[in-house]
Structure formats: C-alpha cells, structure tokens
C-alpha cells in the first residue's frame, strides 16, 4: 500500500464514521457516465473500459448495502446508446448481460428491468426476464437495471399502457380525461410502486440529466463527480451521501 492509498483509506474511515444513517438516502439512481473515457484515458479499449465499469456496480451495491440503502437504480444502456456502432453495440451489450447476470447470481438482489424492452435483441430479453424472475424472492436492495431507458420514451410508454389498459375496460375518452392524474401515469411507469430517488448520482464530471428518470427525479437531489465511472471509489460515494445529508429538502415548499 503506497502513501497516496493510505490517505484515502483514512479520509474514508473518517467520512463513513460521521455519515448519519437516518440520513441515508432510501433510493439512489446513478447515472454510470465515462468508461470510455477512462479507458482512453488509461491506455485501454472501450470494451475494457465498458467491462470495468460492469465490474464497479458489484462494488457499488456493497457499499450500498453497508449504509441502509433500500432500492438503487442503474443506467446502464440508453435508447440513444443503441445506435452506436454495432462494432461497439454488440460486446457492451454482452458485457451488460453478464452483469445481469452476476446481479442475479449473487443472490443478495431483486433485479428489475427499467427501460422497453421491444428494443433490445432477444438474447438481452432473456437475460433481462430470467434476472428478475429468478430474483423476485430475494429481500435484499432492489436494483433497478436501466436498459433500454430513456426517460422521454418512459413516459410515453406509460401514457401507451395506460390507454390499452383503459380501451380494455370500456373506458371513453371523456370519462379518461376526467381521472388522468399524475399518481395514475406514474402507475404505469417502470419503476410503478417504488419510492422516487432522493439522490441522482452522476460520474465523469457531467452536470445534466441526459433523461434519466425525468418523471422520477422531480424532486431529487443531484450530485455531480468528477471521477469517471470505473474509477469511481467508496469514498467518493460516502461524499456523495454527505453532501445529500447535509441539505434542507424543500419539496418545493
């Protein structure tokens, strides 16, 4: 252990020993922001860079689970990522699909997919569906795996689920327009029956949303990092969660 490493795993002791507990956010959504640049940064390929950000969420669930955290939410494939090059495409969604499936191995978490599922190849569905179903007895954090999420495309998802379901039952138009609320959209949203995120979490030094849960996040928290994803470390995580607690949450009151 050199010196540098010593200083960090001091400052970390010390920040996690004044971190309040009844602080802690109950619901964090992270946006997983800058593996390729790490990897250009470091000397390796987007696929590497891509791998080690997989490997990070293992990482990140712990420390997670060690500061009372209840649901976490993960963007891992936007519905803009699905057009890159499908020389890049294909192994990162590769790489997504055994981290899934590390997530559902572990045994310690219920998965759940976030995002259309229409849009991503069989092979991802399968891999999404048999997370989730072989984890929904699981009693430990639920994790949220956004692929295939977009927030815009959330949202129109769930006026489209919300419509069927009403033609369904008979509903007219007029009677519709008379009970749309937002308590009723947010019903049919991926995330419907989960509390919203208290804290956004974004890496690689990004100051925007980019879409993720734009319904959701209404009243959110948002911290910022400069660290790019795959070198994002317990420390900058418990910073996070500091500075989460020591603000006043208004609510827009």
């Known amino acids: 252990m050199n010196l540098r490493d010593l200083v960090y795993g001091l400052y970390e002791r010390r920040v996690e020993g004044r971190l309040d507990h009844a602080q802690v956010p109950k619901h964090i959504g992270v946006i997983l922001d800058g593996n390729r640049r790490w990897a250009k940064a470091s000397g ?7 791998k080690a950000g997989a490997d990070k969420i293992h990482e990140m669930l712990g420390w997670c689970a060690e500061t ?8 891992m494939l936007s519905t803009d990522n699905l057009d890159r090059p499908e020389e890049e495409l294909v192994p990162l969604l590769g790489i997504i699909e055994n981290a899934v499936r590390g997530l559902a191995a572990d045994g310690r978490w219920r998965v759940h997919h976030a995002g259309t599922m229409d849009l991503l190849p069989a092979r991802t569905q399968a891999v999404l569906k ?4 072989s984890t929904a007895r699981n009693k430990g954090i ?3 795996v956004a692929v295939g999420y977009g927030g815009r495309q959330e949202i129109a998802d769930a006026v489209r689920s919300l419509l069927t379901e009403h033609a369904a039952k008979g509903t007219t138009f007029e009677e519709l ?3 749309v609320d937002t308590d009723l959209i947010a019903s049919h949203l991926y995330t419907r029956g989960q509390p919203d995120p208290d804290l956004v979490i974004r890496t690689s030094g990004e100051q925007r949303l980019s879409g993720f849960m734009l319904w959701q996040s209404a009243h959110s928290e948002y911290y910022f990092c400069e660290v790019f994803w795959p070198a994002f470390r317990k420390v900058d995580f418990l910073r996070a969660l500091r500075d989460y607690a020591a603000r006043h949450r208004r609510y827009g009151s």
């Open 177 to 179: 327009a008379e009970i």
């Open 68 to 75: 009372d955290v209840e649901v976490v939410t993960l963007w």
């Open 142 to 144: 639920l994790v949220n």
């Open 130 to 133: 048999e997370a989730q179903q």
């Open 44 to 50: 390796g390929t987007t696929e590497q860079g891509h």
